[in-house]
Nanobody, 131 residues
Framework: QVQLRESGGGLVQAGDSLRLSCVGS????????VGWFRQAPEREREYVAA????????DYADLMKGRVAISRDNTNNTVYLQMNALEPEDTAVYYC????????????????????????WGQGTQVTVSS
């Protein structure tokens, strides 16, 4: 199974931007829809956004809609999450994972619960937003 690794987090001030990266370990990454999730301390993991395997469709949860944009570069096996106008409430560990089955649209990930046992999680990347 393809492994994913997140990076790009950091400590920023409210209103700043960050771009997170999710890199797949091999080319099978290109066959899967990929989503971003986040988990704040003492909270359950939440779905943020997803992109289809081709990059032709995207899906966003309400919690960050309008402030994030997901994209992918399949030549580099990478999915990005551009986050703008960050708020202290966005402080969390951000994770990426791929949909359990290949060749799906982005909204499939929005339907699957974030705690679905088929998702595989890496270390994540910490985003801390100060006020």
């Amino acid at each position: 199974q393809v492994q994913l690794r997140e990076s790009g987090g950091g400590l920023v001030q409210a209103g700043d931007s960050l771009r997170l990266s999710c890199v797949g370990s091999d080319n099978t990454f290109r066959d899967y829809a990929v989503g971003w999730f986040r988990q704040a301390p003492e909270r359950e993991r939440e779905y943020v956004a997803a992109i289809s395997w081709t990059g032709s469709s995207t899906d966003y949860a309400d919690l960050m809609k309008g402030r994030v944009a997901i994209s992918r570069d399949n030549t580099n096996n990478t999915v990005y999450l551009q986050m703008n106008a960050l708020e202290p409430e966005d402080t969390a560990v951000y994770y990426c994972s791929h949909y359990p089955h290949p060749y799906t649209t982005a909204d499939a990930m929005g339907i699957l619960p974030a705690n679905n046992p088929h998702y595989r999680w890496g270390q994540g990347t910490q985003v801390t937003v100060s006020s």
